[in-house]
């Protein structure tokens, strides 16, 4: 168990009222709880930076499964990076396009450069990386 420790932020007036109503809205229980969030949020952000540590989160991809080969060269990449990847879950959106949702776990290089070669495919139209820590040092 830590010690929590009290300390004084000083803020503009201006600045201090647009938090107070950002935490209305996200309907914050205390100052001090809205500002351990953003502390956190941004110790994430920073983690994120170093890409040798080990970092957990989703590749998302929509293609379209006619394209030439395309299945076969996502599948294939897919094998390369198999220590990195937790799960797979495909969806069939419509008569042309693929959903397609990696679960991924392993060092930030690594898995940006698997994002990376999914994204390059032609045939795949949107390919996005949500990567976040596995929040070790977090508590
Ligand atoms: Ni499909």
Do not use: W
């Not at 590749?59 to 799960?87: G, N």
């Amino acid at each position: 168990m830590s010690t929590l420790i009290r300390f004084g932020i000083s803020l503009d007036h201006e600045l201090l009222k647009k938090f107070d109503g950002h935490l209305y809205r996200k309907k914050y229980a205390s100052r001090s709880e809205a500002i351990r969030d953003l502390i956190r949020e941004d110790l994430v952000k920073d983690e994120l930076v170093h890409e040798d540590k080990e970092t957990a989160g989703a590749i998302v991809l929509i293609y379209d499964h006619h394209q030439r080969q395309l299945l076969e060269k996502i599948t294939d990449i897919q094998h390369d990076f198999q220590p990195l990847i937790v799960s797979t879950q495909h969806i069939h959106l419509d008569h042309s396009n693929c959903l397609e949702i990696i679960a991924v776990r392993g060092i930030g290089r690594n898995i940006k450069q698997l994002a990376n070669n999914l994204r390059a495919l032609k045939g795949v139209m949107h390919g996005s990386l949500s990567l976040s820590t596995v929040g070790k040092n977090l508590h």
